[in-house]
């Protein structure tokens, strides 16, 4: 069995979306500790060299590359650059990620489309850029941060709800094929973390610190787990909602659309 020493040790390359804070900064500080060499990818690249100077302390080196994720050429250009400068990508955890909440009254389409654009398409790009050098080897771990939102459609939460299922499924799908090839895709949902994006919840139930879902992920993406699911009280409670009878799912959701109006 891997171990993090030798998924994410020395001589290895690995790169991180979304790394300019959240897990994906996290994950990066982690990682560090191991001396492998971290690619780190965001838009704000201020925020990525912020990130760059404690993985240096922790005795990594890392590489800052400001990348959008929804642009394929921009994804192309910074692979290209990993490559040159780390080598081949080993290991990537495609972890960039937005929500917005667009209740009816409110409806904006292009924000809907936005949050498929990073979620789903942030991740879709990476893959065509990095899959065929990977199938080449017959070796790699594309590890997607998707989430427990993903068990069922949740009010105020609808689009983010919708890409993260999206995303469960097609990694579900790629999950089996990639393994024709040699290769490892890891599916991550996690419930609530203390990250920016959770900031304006009101309710955050089991809510988790970043150090920790960060330790949780690399030891199963390590372990080579299909999928990483936590914390489990959360998790246990989103797959009770999912089977909730519709009528009895309708009252519990409306409940949570007026809390947030």
């Not at 290991?91 to 654009?117: M, W």
Request: positive net charge.
């Amino acid at each position: 069995m891997n171990t993090p020493e030798s998924v994410y040790g020395k001589g290895r390359s690995i790169l991180i979306t979304g790394a300019s804070s959240g897990i994906g900064a996290a994950l990066a500080e982690e990682i560090a500790e191991y001396g492998g060499d971290v690619a780190l990818v965001a838009r704000r690249e201020e925020q990525l060299q912020e990130v760059a100077q404690r993985v240096r302390r922790r005795g990594a080196r890392p590489l800052v590359l400001a990348c959008d994720v929804t642009d394929l050429e921009s994804v192309r250009a910074a692979g290209a650059r990993i490559v040159e400068v780390q080598g081949p990508v080993e290991v990537a955890f495609l972890n960039a990620g937005i929500g917005e909440v667009v209740h009816l009254p409110r409806f904006d389409a292009r924000k809907v489309q936005r949050v498929f654009e990073v979620n789903i398409f942030g991740v879709l790009n990476w893959m065509e850029a990095l899959l065929p050098a990977m199938i080449e080897r017959k070796s790699g771990i594309l590890a997607a941060t998707s989430s427990l939102a993903a068990a069922r459609g949740l009010p105020g939460a609808s689009a983010y709800s919708a890409t993260k299922a999206a995303l469960s499924a097609l990694l579900d799908a790629y999950r089996v094929e990639a393994r024709l090839y040699g290769l490892q895709i890891t599916i991550i949902e996690p419930g609530f973390v203390r990250t920016p994006i959770n900031e304006g919840a009101k309710s955050r139930p089991f809510l988790l610190e970043v150090e920790p879902a960060a330790r949780i992920i690399l030891d199963g993406v390590a372990e080579g787990q299909a999928l990483i699911r936590f914390p489990w009280q959360m998790a246990a409670a989103m797959q009770v909602l999912r089977h909730l009878p519709n009528a009895l799912f309708d009252r519990v959701g409306a409940r949570l659309v007026r809390r947030r109006d």
